[in-house]
């Protein structure tokens, strides 16, 4: 985790794979020009170290990055949508203010860290996250 107590959105990038989830938080820092203020967490791969995802992490990293303005939390593929989306509807197990965006993986993530070190709430966060999936490649 990274980021200074009492920041704003925190942003919480979970993959299948703990060095994916790193790399892309390591990249979506570092695109932001560092972007010190903003707490973001990584939550990859399963319990056991491998492949896989883990509602403890998830749930864990949610709690390292909130500071009372909400939780964007990005997933790359299938059951980690599922085991962000079981968290939320268990209600307790995330922070209020927690929402899961709707975006691509790695752009989303850059988008959301940027717009969150411009001190963008919740809702630009998640819409800046999303706006991602326009962006266009060629």
Same mark, same amino acid.
């Given at each position: 985790?990274?980021?200074?107590?009492?920041?704003?959105?925190?942003?919480?990038?979970?993959?299948?794979?703990?060095?994916?989830?790193?790399?892309?938080?390591?990249?979506?820092?570092?695109l932001?020009?560092?972007?010190?203020g903003?707490?973001v967490?990584?939550?990859?791969?399963?319990p056991d170290?491998?492949?896989?995802t883990?509602? *403890?992490?998830?749930?864990?990293?949610?709690? *390292?990055v909130?500071?009372?303005?909400?939780?964007?939390?990005?997933?790359?593929?299938?059951?980690?949508?599922?085991?962000?989306?079981?968290?939320?509807?268990?209600?307790? *197990?995330?922070?209020?203010?927690?929402?899961?965006?709707?975006?691509?993986?790695? *752009?989303?993530?850059?988008?959301?860290?940027v717009?969150?070190?411009?001190?963008?709430d919740?809702?630009?966060?998640?819409?800046?996250?999303?706006e991602a999936?326009?962006?266009?490649?060629a």
């Amino acid at each position: 985790m990274t980021g200074a107590p009492g920041s704003g959105v925190g942003v919480v990038l979970v993959s299948h794979s703990a060095e994916v989830a790193s790399a892309v938080v390591r990249l979506a820092l570092g695109l932001a020009g560092g972007a010190s203020g903003v707490p973001v967490a990584a939550a990859g791969g399963g319990p056991d170290g491998g492949l896989g995802t883990s509602a *403890e992490l998830i749930a864990r990293a949610a709690r *390292e990055v909130d500071r009372g303005a909400g939780v964007a939390v990005l997933v790359d593929l299938g059951s980690a949508v599922l085991t962000v989306k079981a968290l939320l509807a268990e209600g307790d *197990e995330l922070p209020a203010g927690t929402r899961l965006v709707d975006a691509p993986f790695l *752009e989303g993530a850059v988008a959301a860290v940027v717009t969150a070190a411009a001190g963008g709430d919740l809702d630009a966060v998640a819409a800046a996250a999303e706006e991602a999936y326009g962006y266009r490649k060629a």
